[in-house]
């Protein structure tokens, strides 16, 4: 392997040395904690640092220690994950506390093969962990570092592919040094997120600059090469805001699939093409409804990771009440909106009816 040719301690010295005197302070730093390196980790899975810090800050204040959070109950939990997006890595980390708990005396384990058994623990977390909270020779290799790893080394394999993950690892196990595996792995993630960016490498001020291939070979901004992958589905969506007595019908959604048991408005999706006014005629019959259609109706785009939905979102004002309600659906007074965790597609609906500043 190419990394073999470079002067690895150089890069060990060169990186740890930056880190020490450019860390940014963060609130999962300031103390050695498993349980903080845990939830920080899991938060800042597809999330920016400066999203995570008043997420982070407010969980730590509502469930100070794994005990509080297993103890919680399912929903307070996904209602402080709300707007973090993701939730089942909320759901997941919640699960994963209770078997912390249950089975090992409420201290996070500090053996790989323990530790990721936990529910939602996958190889970057369960490395993040036992490098960070217990300071082990452990790589955590996510984005961030397979970007800077592509770039110093100048490897051309495709990082959205599986395969190169391992790659990636073992390239992370030959660099680590014995002495500060935590600070290591850090500086390595704080690198591709400060310095080493995905459009913009500051190149002039990186710490390993004089050992990077690609800045040497001019090859910067074209790795890591990452094949696109497809566009996301795009998906027809009717949302519905009924409204009774002012209060509105809020759903709980399925307890799998996308947005597994958040709450949601009465939504059906992959409809057909054809006018709109036909749909919600169609809607309110289906459900017995007798109502008013507003015309103001919105329009909106929200894209998920692997789907697009086009939304169309029809206000409907009942004369009288339903005779049935759809499952798992209840009425909630206006003030009471914000109790109940909403993912952020149903958060934009609410806003623009203005359920929401
Ligand atoms: S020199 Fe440039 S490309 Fe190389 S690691 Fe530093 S910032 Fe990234």
Same mark, same amino acid.
């Given at each position: ?39 920080? +980790? ?130 992370? +196990? ?184």
């Amino acid at each position: 392997m190419e990394i073999i040719q470079q002067d690895i301690p150089h890069i060990q010295n060169s990186l740890l040395g930056w880190y020490n005197a450019n860390k940014r302070d963060l609130p999962w730093r300031r103390h050695s904690n498993a349980y903080y390196t845990l939830v920080s +980790e899991i938060m800042l899975q597809q999330t920016k640092v400066a999203t995570v810090i008043p997420y982070f800050e407010r969980f730590i204040s509502r469930f100070p220690t794994v005990y509080d959070l297993a103890a919680a109950n399912d929903d307070e939990v996904v209602k402080l994950w709300e707007g973090l997006g993701y939730y089942s890595r909320a759901r997941n980390l919640h699960a994963a506390v209770k078997e912390v708990v249950a089975i090992y005396g409420g201290q996070i384990p500090n053996r790989k093969t323990e530790i990721s058994k936990l529910k939602g623990i996958g190889p970057y977390t369960t490395g993040a962990v036992l490098s960070i909270a217990y300071n082990q020779k452990v790589p955590a290799v996510d984005g961030n570092v397979m970007r800077v790893f592509s770039r110093i080394f100048a490897l051309e394999d495709d990082i959205a592919k599986p395969a190169t993950r391992k790659k990636m690892e073992e390239v992370a +196990e030959l660099l680590i040094p014995d002495h500060s595996p935590g600070d290591f792995n850090q500086a390595l993630m704080e690198l591709g997120a400060t310095v080493c960016t995905p459009k913009s490498p500051q190149c002039l001020f990186c710490p390993v600059n004089d050992s990077c291939l690609a800045y040497e070979k001019g090859l910067e901004k074209v790795l890591p090469i990452k094949k696109k992958a497809r566009a996301p589905e795009k998906i027809s969506i009717m949302m519905y805001a009924v409204t009774f007595n002012r209060k509105l019908l809020v759903v709980k959604r399925p307890a799998s699939g996308l947005l597994a048991n958040m709450w949601s408005l009465p939504t059906e999706d992959r409809m057909e093409e054809m006018p709109h006014l036909q749909q919600v005629e169609e809607y309110c019959e289906i459900n017995g409804y007798s109502a008013k259609i507003s015309k103001d109706i919105y329009y909106f785009d929200h894209i998920f990771s692997h789907r697009h939905w086009k939304i169309v979102l029809i206000p409907i004002e009942l004369d009288q009440p339903p005779e049935f309600l759809p499952k798992r659906s209840i009425w909630v007074e206006q003030h009471a909106i914000s109790d109940f965790a909403f993912p952020k597609v149903y958060l934009k609906a609410l806003e623009q009816l203005g359920y929401r500043n």
